[in-house]
C-alpha cells in the first residue's frame, strides 16, 4: 500500500506544489506583501500541514482496520473519494466556463 502513495505523491506532489506556489503569488500580489519569505512560509506550512494529516490517517486507518478488519478503511475512503468527487462536480468554479 505504501508503494502507492508514493507513487501517488510522485505524480501529483509537484501539481500540489505549483499550486501552492500560483495561490501564494497570487495573493501575496493582491495584498502587496510578495516575495520569497511569503512563498518560503508557505511552503513551510503546506509540508507540515500535509505531513500531520497524513500521520493522523495512518494512525485512524490502522485503528480502524485492528478493530473492524481491512474492508472497512478501504469502503471508508471509497465513500469519502466519492462525496469528494460529487462536491468537485457541484462546485460553481468547476462548472465555470474557462476564461469566464
Excluded: Q
Amino acid at each position: 500500500m505504501g508503494a502507492f502513495e508514493g507513487c501517488d505523491l510522485d505524480g501529483n506532489g509537484g501539481l500540489r506544489l505549483v499550486l501552492c506556489a500560483d495561490r501564494t503569488r497570487a495573493e501575496s500580489s493582491r495584498l502587496g506583501n510578495g516575495g520569497p519569505s511569503v512563498r518560503g512560509r508557505a511552503f513551510g506550512i503546506f509540508d507540515f500541514t500535509t505531513s500531520v494529516t497524513t500521520l493522523l490517517a495512518s494512525l485512524i486507518t490502522g485503528e480502524i482496520w485492528k478493530h473492524y478488519g481491512a474492508p472497512l478503511p478501504f469502503a471508508l475512503s471509497a465513500g469519502l473519494a466519492l462525496v469528494c468527487a460529487l462536491l468537485l462536480l457541484a462546485s460553481p468554479k468547476f462548472r465555470a466556463a474557462p476564461g469566464s
